[in-house]
């Protein structure tokens, strides 16, 4: 049990960490990547879950986190190259043609 | 029997519409004019017809009520459209379709000319109509009907010129300050009706009705609200204090509707409610010396102001708004009869000393013409010396003003002197009786000085007209003159209707046949002020004094104004150069218009215009409008939330989350 | 034919469909076109009128199932009775004279405008004829679009701010009223009723507490709708902006969706709330009459003036209704249909002067009398109806209501509002006064023709009605008493045993004794 | 302290220095590489855990795909170095909002009660049938549907991103 | 662990994904045709598509009242599912018919459209009708990744780009959160599948922490989609900067999704909380009614106008979802389906009146719209006073469901507070009336070609909008036998 709340913890603290970037960060590329570490995080909880648990449920949900993580940066990196392609940069700053 | 009552209200509603409707087609001025007038002769002709009838009657039986159609009806709420037949409206209808006729015929000759004629007569018409439906409504609220219905003549008729703004103004104060009466009436209608059945479950306004259940009315209390109700109605119609300023104004309309509506039918209207109602009044005392003490001022005020008054019309007018005063002072002190008495006989002189007016007007008007002068044709100023060219007009102007000065042998005198005597010897009152008698003999005084003075100052000495117009002045053509002859006749004769008791005994038991007349009518009156006030006995050797002392009184007022005007012209001068203020005041009439503009018409237009401004305007709107632009303004912050730049709105999920989390982890 | 009330209703839809494949250029055509739908209307609606029994009854009724899903059911259910028989033929007589009065006023978009006036028409019928609180509802909102259309493209300078706040005013009042709806339905399904039909709901016991809430919420609506001081500020702003025909229905016809709705729904559902809400209605009412009365006084507008005016008679018809007596009610109902006609034919004459001179303002004008005499002979009649002269129509009502709520609780509310009589007279005759009379000096104003036929063919029937109705109010009253009676059964609360009986209710006089007066003893000496 | 626990403790704070460097390092290449070695340290708690099939699909498809997609991606864009905007309002909030989410976390993580369930996967288990075995068993026949979907998920992303990074239309 | 493989075929059951497969198919095959399709003539794609939609949409409508699953329990095919997959179906047709008019305008008109299309509604179906989180999750980024490509599928435009790369990281980030939620509702519970989770937390009495929290995130990851207050902020700015048809296809379609399986989770696996949630949801559909409506009112851009609408009315069906009864839940159902309709009806208008570079795309440039294309503004008209809830209008009856929802579960003041700002909403959407008909045209309107797609577009959008409001009777039984299989 107590292993299990470590895992939970440390993944917590990824989690956050991860969060702390998408927050702070103003490169596009380095928020998605923070992105990525949350959902490391999330990952990581699932598989301590699943070992836990002793079903494999939660580690499939990770294969296909993984999967999706991959189809996401696929567009993801892909969209920022269109952004760049106009604006010159990947900064969100220059994301700000629509406020208001 | 009395199934053809409906006609007499008809026949003046059919000239209305004909001449309303028709008459701009019709444009020939006699067959106008004598639409409207024979129109009004065919009421009286039905009217006389309906007096002999009743008079056949047996005198308990002389209360007929003919019901036309229903009016309304909703709840135990009904009034019907039906005419009540006894001696009073009898006689108010003899004296309206009478007098009315007279003046209509005067008009034809008088309004030749005008543009609008047909406007003119249709309106004198619908006057009429309304007039008698006033006088022979068997309800409060049929009534009213008329009540309102001449209220709304006299303004069309007063805003006749309505190209001047005087007129229309004039017309507007008549029909608002008319208005304020009515509130009263209508109230006094809504509690009579709602105390009647809530008390005794009688659910009725029908005069008939109410009067055979007076009995089960208290004495005071809601009864003097009532009448107190009322009495505003009458003051407002019959221009008593506080309401009487519209009445001088009125003259702005033409001279006949002057004579008609403001001198001999509409503004007695009032005295007739009262008689109408006398059972109410009489059971309380406190309204009573409410009207008499109203009626006794309005008769002493109006008086002063009489005196200094340069407009003739504006004299009469005030002598009408004093005599009106004396027919409420007789009301007051319940001599009902006698206040009757006084309307009729001050009918006949009144009307005939507005149309007697009205010729010299017209005279003076044309003979200012024609060399072009703008000087006004209506003031006494410019006039004097008209004896010699109008003969005829100047003996019937003069037969009224005696009679109006109550000079013995004349209408008037017996009528006022009725008056004074009751005032002083009816004990209602108590000892308010010497003021009153005071009040009332000082206005006499009075009444009789400006009348004289008015003569005076018209007829006799030089004529002060403009320069080469006095040979253009001339008698009226016999149209006019003629009902001036008939009125002036009835100014003297119409008080031997009336004879006091103590006359008619001179003349070997003459009796006082208004008085037997009239008795049905106010038997219950009478009887209740029987029940209740002790008569002091009185001697004949006072009365006799008392009818004495006031001839004395209208000699020196006569007196007085020969003095002044007659023989030494020149003392008014100095008079009113030593009591500049005084005379000032009084020619201003007291400044009471100005005091009720500037206590109630001001504060009015500046609340409307403070609560539009200010309320509607600012609050109200400046509520709704807050909220909108707040919304709005809110809007416009909120928008600027939504920066554009992606890590504030991560940071809005973020923190949308930690919050939620945060709450139910809390929790 | 039992289906008359829907063919009246969606007679004018008939009329839109058919005005939309004319081409917009034929305005002749459109004219027409929409003239002879609102005759057509009018004359299917007689048959109603002639066949109506004078009884208490919902007649002409027509129910069949329209929506059932979840716990709602809606009924398409319509009828009329006394209390709405009146309004729908105010409807439909006074839709032709709009339809008229813009014949040549409105120039642009007549298609549009046409098929507006028609819509709106629909939406009126339906809202007076709904015995289903949905349906109802469903009409009451419908009116509001073409109204808003009307207001805001064929209005004056500041008509968008105008047809914006009378849409948002009314909405905000109708939004709650839905949501008292709801809760009425609910509370409803509690009890067993399954449908939305407004006579099952007459028989709901709702506790005190709950009536509070929910006729609040009716009574915002309606009190917007009427609309009510304080919140009648939309009103002034709506009739100015808006082209004649606009302010001629708003005025003869849509504020009466307000009184109407306190008739038919607030009171007779919600009889103890009306009960405790009466002081402060009646409050109101007076306000409004004594408020509007002092600010028209004042205005400069013609048009805003008569806005005022209306808020100010429909003071008096909301102090009627809630006097909850017979007299009271009737007269309140007698002055809607009072108001439809003058207020009406007042902003008809309003509109007939400012097609000429293309002004409101009454300094503008003055000594029209002499160049108009006709328009002068008319105006005066319509004002002297507008201020209750007796023998017009205006009278009846107003006196009845006074004489109603004199008798009920509101003694002293009559007691004020009936100095409202002398404040008609002081703005509308210093309006008249200052329009009419005078001299003629202003250039333009010398050269205006007198009304024409079309104009007087207008205003005939108005006339002619404010005599009828002044002179023999009878026939309309009888119609609607019985309907009013059950009104006021429904609504009335009698009053508690221990609390001090002033009033005896609905005295019947020829069933209750009479003390004969010679029984009574005389005070004698 | 066994030493499994120890190793833990080790593997932790790389993973926490080396998450941290991702979200402070000035130059987006230093964060992906630092994101790669969270990544491995990842893998290692998967080993850890039994699920050795699950480190392997780590690597090759965090480290190995998508980091080298990122990688190729910051290069191709030629990024340089954060352009340094002032920003600490927006850096002290996310710091803070950051350390609430973590302490929220960890109070809610450690108060709940994760189900007790004991199902049949134990190590003995994962020892005898193998990790890889006993997934797609279970992947191909409870969760063939969501294996499906992924083939139209990348599908739709690869179309999508070959939309996207098209050259500019002309 | 053996496989029993015919075991297996059985409880397969394709059935239950048919509409899935057809358009997955009619997807890729449209990849291929697209090809050989020249650029000019891409509209034949939309027809191809809209056949597969239909055919899809028709499938689905078969399987009305048999409520299978498939797929061992993963996915279902029920009245839930199908009312929600007509309304994508809808929402998708109409989508795709006024994109080949705006593509071709805006010069961007590649094929690849339609199939992203066709994907994100199968994303969408999958939400309806998936029964696991996995397959709830799945078709959630099936969904977004479509959609991130059609946001910034005009690559050539800023906007565009702005609007791919901010929905993108956002959703990335939302789907953070979703999927720690769903870790922890699987920790608390043990399994993926609702109906398991149903059973578990069903016994739980009190309801373990974990789960609740895990709840809640999974909530703000739905609320994401649906644009709740506060996870709302990206709404403005990627509808504004998506393409016009992308935007009204985004503003329909994931929302009905995400509803779709937001219901299901909480009806179905968490009612044992409702307490707890049903609150919540009060919180926010206030505070999305309100921050939507207000923002609205001072937008000039008519598609940002309507996104904070559409924030606005997400919140009245929150209203819906807060009472959680069968009148409100019925009333989200019938709510998303005529907002489809009227939504993307009203953006069909703005993609017609718009012009290339999405320029005149403020409501000043609907000024004088009466009377130059009278018919095309009263049908503007009618889409706008059915999103301010006027009668006779579908958007009445949804909103009248809504409300009466909330009234019956006794969140009376919730009613109250939709309904004040349902009435503050109404002037926003007068001033595009008053800018249609009560200004005149500051300059001439471009002639404004009303393609046969569009045309039917607008036509089906209309009697959409109009037919429900007046007999509503039938969409709304049909509304209440969806939800009556998760309540």
Not at chain 2, 46 to 64: D, Y
Not at chain 2, 537 to 555: D, K, N, R, Y
Not at chain 3, 269 to 289: D, K, N, Q, S, Y
């Amino acid at each position: 049990m107590d292993n299990l709340t470590n895992y939970l913890l440390v993944s917590a603290v990824l989690f956050s960490i991860g969060t702390i970037g998408v927050l702070t960060r103003k490169n596009a590329i380095v928020m998605f990547m923070c992105i990525e570490l949350m959902l490391n995080a999330v990952n990581l909880t699932f598989v301590a879950l699943s070992r836990h648990l002793g079903n494999l449920d939660g580690q499939i949900f990770v294969f296909f986190i993984m999967t999706v993580a991959a189809a996401e940066a696929a567009v993801g990196l892909a969209l920022f190259i269109a952004f760049f392609n106009n604006r010159e940069s990947i900064d969100v700053d220059d994301a700000n043609l629509m406020k208001w | 029997m009395f199934d053809n009552v409906w006609l007499i209200p008809l026949f003046p509603l059919i000239g209305f519409l004909i001449n309303g409707l028709l008459g701009k087609k019709i444009k020939n001025e006699t067959v106008i004019g004598s639409i409207g007038a024979f129109a009004v002769l065919c009421s009286f002709i039905v009217s006389v017809m309906t007096f002999l009838k009743l008079i056949g009657l047996p005198a308990e039986e002389r209360v007929i009520n003919v019901k036309i159609f229903t009016w309304i009806t909703a709840g135990h709420f009904n009034a019907d459209v039906a005419f009540l037949i006894d001696p009073l409206s009898c006689l108010m209808l003899l004296v309206v379709t009478g007098i009315g006729f007279l003046i209509h015929v005067y008009s034809i000759g008088y309004m030749h000319g005008e543009e609008g004629f047909y406007r003119f007569f249709a309106y004198l018409n619908l006057f009429v109509f309304s007039m008698l439906l006033l006088v022979t409504g068997n309800n409060l609220l049929l009534m009213f009907v008329g009540w309102e219905g001449v209220g709304l003549c006299s303004y069309l008729l007063i805003g006749y010129y309505f190209h001047k703004k005087s007129a229309g103004d004039a017309g507007k104060k008549a029909f608002v300050m008319n208005r304020v009466g009515d509130f009263g009436f209508l109230l006094g209608t809504f509690t009579l009706f709602w105390y009647m059945g809530q008390t005794n479950n009688i659910w009725t306004i029908q005069f008939t009705e109410l009067a055979k259940n007076a009995n089960l009315l208290p004495t005071g209390g809601v009864v003097t609200v009532i009448t107190l109700c009322f009495f505003l109605g009458a003051t407002g119609k019959s221009a008593q204090i506080p309401l009487y300023t519209w009445l001088p104004d009125a003259m702005e309309g033409p001279t006949p509707v002057s004579a008609l509506i403001h001198a001999a039918t509409m503004v007695t209207a009032g005295v007739y409610m009262i008689g109408r109602m006398s059972y109410l009044f009489i059971r309380s005392p406190e309204t009573m010396t409410v009207v008499a003490l109203v009626g006794g001022c309005t008769a002493l005020f109006a008086a002063t102001i009489g005196t200094a008054q340069n407009d003739i019309k504006r004299v009469l007018a005030y002598s009408t708004v004093s005599q009106l005063g004396y027919m409420f002072l007789a009301m007051g002190v319940g001599a009902f009869t006698a206040g009757i008495f006084h309307l009729m006989t001050h009918a006949f002189f009144k009307a005939c000393l507005f149309l007697g007016s009205g010729a010299v007007i017209h005279s003076m008007h044309g003979a200012l013409h024609h060399v072009h002068s703008h000087d006004d044709a209506q003031d006494m100023r410019n006039m004097g010396g008209l004896r010699k060219h109008m003969p005829l007009t100047f003996l019937t102007f003069l037969i009224a003003t005696i009679a109006i000065a109550g000079i013995p042998g004349f209408s008037g005198f017996f009528s006022k002197d009725e008056i004074l005597w009751q005032a002083f010897s009816n004990p209602l009152h108590g000892d308010l009786n010497i003021v009153l008698w005071g009040m009332g003999a000082c206005a006499a005084l009075l009444t009789a000085f400006y009348m004289f003075r008015l003569v005076f100052m018209t007829f006799f000495g030089t004529c002060r007209i403009k320069e080469g117009a006095e040979k253009h002045l001339h008698e009226s053509p016999m149209v006019i003159v003629i009902p001036l002859l008939v009125l002036a006749l009835l100014s003297i004769l119409g008080g031997y209707l009336g004879l006091p008791k103590l006359i008619g005994d001179l003349f070997g038991g003459v009796p006082n046949y208004l008085d037997q007349y009239l008795e049905p009518v106010f038997a219950n009156a009478n009887q209740y002020m029987l029940a209740h006030v002790h008569p002091e006995q009185h001697s004949h050797t006072l009365e006799w004094g008392m009818m004495a002392a006031s001839v004395v009184i209208a000699l020196i007022g006569i007196s007085i104004a020969a003095l002044l005007y007659l023989i030494n012209p020149e003392l008014p001068k100095k008079f009113t150069t030593a009591f500049p203020a005084l005379h000032r005041a009084v020619y201003n009439k007291w400044y009471i218009d100005e005091l009720y503009d500037f206590m109630i018409v001001n504060p009015c237009k500046a609340l409307g215009r403070f609560l539009w401004k200010g309320f509607d305007v600012l609050v109200v709107d400046g509520v709704v409008n807050g909220v909108a632009s707040t919304v709005m303004a809110f809007g416009g912050v909120i928008r600027y939330m939504q920066s554009g730049l992606i890590y504030n709105y991560a940071w809005s999920m973020a923190l949308g989350v930690v919050a939620i989390v945060a709450y139910y982890v809390f929790k | 034919m039992s289906n008359i009330l829907s063919v009246m209703t969606f007679l004018p839809i008939l009329g839109v469909l058919l005005l939309l494949f004319i081409p917009k250029e034929s305005k002749g055509t459109l004219r027409g076109v929409a003239m002879l739908t609102t005759i057509a209307t009018f004359a299917v609606s007689l048959p109603i009128l002639t066949g109506f029994q004078t009884n208490a009854d919902f007649q002409f009724v027509e129910n069949v199932p329209w929506i059932a899903a979840g716990p709602f059911a809606m009924r398409y259910n319509i009828g009329i009775d006394g209390i709405s028989l009146w309004l729908v033929m105010l409807t439909t007589f006074i839709m032709p004279i709009a339809v008229l009065s813009t014949w040549t006023a409105v120039e642009e978009k007549v298609k549009e405008y046409m098929i507006c006036l028609l819509l709106l028409e629909t939406g009126m019928l339906g809202a007076f004829i709904s015995l289903d609180l949905f349906l109802f509802y469903i009409f009451w909102e419908v009116m509001l679009i073409p109204m808003y259309f009307m207001i805001g493209i064929w209005g004056g300078k500041n008509r968008i701010y105008a047809a914006l706040k009378f849409f948002i005013y009314t909405m905000v009042g109708s939004m709650l009223m839905l949501v008292a709806l709801i809760y009425l339905y609910f509370l409803g399904t509690k009890a067993g009723i399954t449908d939305f039909s407004l006579l099952h709901f007459f028989d709901l016991k709702i506790d005190p507490a709950t009536q509070t809430w929910l006729f609040l919420a009716f009574a915002f609506a309606f009190a917007i709708k009427v609309p009510m001081f304080p919140l009648h500020t939309w009103l002034p702003d709506a009739h100015t902006e808006a082209p004649t025909a606009g302010s001629v229905i708003l005025a003869a016809i849509l504020l009466k969706m307000g009184t109407y709705g306190y008739v038919r729904f607030a009171m007779p559902l919600f009889p103890e709330a009306t009960h405790r809400f009466t002081p402060l209605i009646a409050t109101l009412a007076v306000i409004g009459i004594i408020y509007a009365a002092l600010v028209a006084m004042v205005q400069e507008d013609v048009k805003k003036l008569v806005a005022y005016s209306s808020v100010a008679h429909l003071g008096f018809v909301m102090l009627g209704v809630f006097s909850l007596n017979e007299q009271g009610v009737t007269g309140g109902m007698l002055q809607m249909l009072n108001h439809g006609i003058s207020t009406g034919a007042l902003f008809l004459i309003v509109g007939f002067i400012y097609e000429r001179r293309h002004t409101r303002l009454i300094t503008d004008f003055g000594g029209l009398s002499k160049q108009m005499p006709i328009f002068a002979t008319i105006f005066m009649i319509v004002t002297l109806s507008s201020i209750g002269l007796p023998g017009t129509n205006g009278f009846v009502g107003e006196f009845l209501i006074l004489i109603g709520s004199f008798e009920s609780s509101l003694r002293w509310y009559a007691v004020i509002a009936s100095s409202g009589v002398i404040f008609a007279a002081v703005y509308m005759l210093w309006m008249f006064q200052r329009v009419m009379f005078g001299e003629l000096d202003n250039p333009k104003n010398q050269v205006l023709a007198d009304l024409n036929l079309r104009e007087i063919a207008i205003m005939v029937p108005l006339v002619v009605l404010i005599f009828v109705m002044g002179v023999y109010p009878n026939p309309f009253i009888e119609k609607m008493t019985p309907s009013v009676m059950k009104v006021i059964a429904k609504a009335r609360i009698e009053p508690v045993a221990t609390a001090k009986v002033v009033v005896p209710v609905v005295a019947q006089p020829e069933v209750a004794p009479v003390q004969p007066a010679a029984e009574q003893p005389v005070t004698a000496h | 302290m066994d030493i499994s626990s120890i190793f833990f403790a080790i593997v932790t704070i790389v993973a926490v220095v080396s998450a941290l460097l991702v979200v402070t390092c000035k130059n987006p290449i230093n964060s992906a590489l630092s994101l790669v070695l969270t990544f491995f340290c990842l893998a290692t708690y998967y080993a850890m855990l039994d699920a050795p099939f699950m480190a392997a699909v780590q690597i090759i498809v965090y480290a190995g795909a998508i980091m080298v997609l990122i990688v190729f991606t910051i290069m191709l864009l030629n990024i340089r170095v954060d352009a340094n905007k002032k920003h600490v309002h927006q850096v002290a909030l996310g710091t803070v909002t950051g350390i609430v989410t973590l302490l929220l976390s960890v109070l809610f993580l450690t108060r709940g009660k994760v189900a007790m369930l004991a199902g049949p996967v134990t190590s003995d288990v994962i020892n005898q049938i193998g990790h890889t075995e006993l997934i797609g068993a279970v992947m191909f026949t409870d969760f063939l549907l969501p294996f499906e979907v992924t083939s139209i998920l990348l599908l739709a992303a690869m179309v999508g991103a070959v939309i996207l990074a098209k050259k500019k239309l002309s | 662990m053996e496989i029993n493989v015919a075991q297996l075929f059985q409880t397969i059951n394709l059935a239950t994904i048919m509409p899935e497969i057809i358009l997955s198919v009619v997807g890729m095959a449209l990849l291929l045709v697209n090809v050989f399709v020249p650029s000019k003539s891409k509209g034949y794609l939309a027809w191809l598509s809209l056949a597969g939609l239909v055919a899809a949409g028709y499938t689905a409508a078969c399987g009305w009242g048999q409520n299978v699953d498939g797929f061992s329990g993963s996915v279902v095919l029920d009245n839930f599912a199908i009312f929600f997959k007509l309304i994508f179906v809808i929402a998708a047709g109409l989508a795709v018919l006024i994109s080949d008019q705006y593509m071709e305008r805006e010069g961007c008109n590649q094929g690849e459209l339609y199939p992203m299309v066709l994907f994100t509604t199968v994303g969408m179906m999958l939400m309806a009708s998936g029964t696991d989180m996995m397959t709830i999750f799945l078709g959630l980024e099936l969904m977004s990744i479509s959609l991130y490509v059609l946001a910034g599928f005009n690559r050539a435009n800023v906007k565009s780009n702005e609007s791919g790369l901010k929905y993108f990281l956002l959703g990335a980030f939302s789907t953070g959160f979703l999927l720690y939620g769903m870790a922890l509702v699987y920790g608390a519970t043990g399994y993926t599948r609702i109906a398991k989770i149903a059973a578990v937390a069903s016994q739980m009495g009190q309801p373990d922490i974990l789960l609740l929290i895990g709840a809640l995130l999974i909530l703000t990851g739905f609320a994401f989609k649906i644009a709740i207050v506060p996870f709302h902020m990206w709404t403005p700015d990627v509808y504004e900067g998506a393409p016009t048809p992308v935007t009204a296809l985004m503003s329909a379609g994931p929302k009905a999704a995400a509803f779709a399986a937001f219901l299901r989770m909480f009806l179905v696996a968490f009612p044992s909380m409702k307490a707890d949630w049903s609150d919540l949801l009060w919180i926010l559909a206030v505070l999305t009614m309100t921050v939507g409506n207000i923002t609205a009112l001072r937008q000039d851009n008519i598609k940002r106008m309507l996104a904070y609408s559409s924030i606005a009315h997400a919140g009245y069906a929150l209203v819906g979802f807060a009472a959680a009864n069968t009148t409100g839940t019925s009333g989200i159902l019938f709510y998303m389906l005529s907002y489809a309709f009227m939504n993307i009806g009203a953006f069909a208008i703005v993609v017609l009146v718009a012009k290339q570079g999405e320029t005149n795309g403020n409501v000043q440039d609907f000024a004088g719209l009466g009377h130059k294309r009278p018919a095309l503004a009263a049908i503007m008209t009618l889409f706008l006073f059915s999103l301010a809830g006027i009668p006779p209008t579908a958007g009445f009856i949804g909103k009248f469901y809504l409300f009466s929802g909330a009234v019956e579960a006794g969140y009376i003041w919730l009613a109250v507070i939709g309904v004040l700002n349902s009435a503050a909403s109404a002037y926003y959407y007068l001033r595009v009336m008053v800018y249609m008909y009560m200004k005149p045209a500051e300059e001439e309107f471009g002639w404004v070609s009303l393609t046969a797609p569009v045309s039917l577009a607008l036509l089906v959008s209309f009697l959409g909008t109009l037919i429900p409001g007046v007999v509503p009777s039938y969409l709304l039984q049909l509304a209440q036998a969806a939800v009556k299989v998760i309540s």
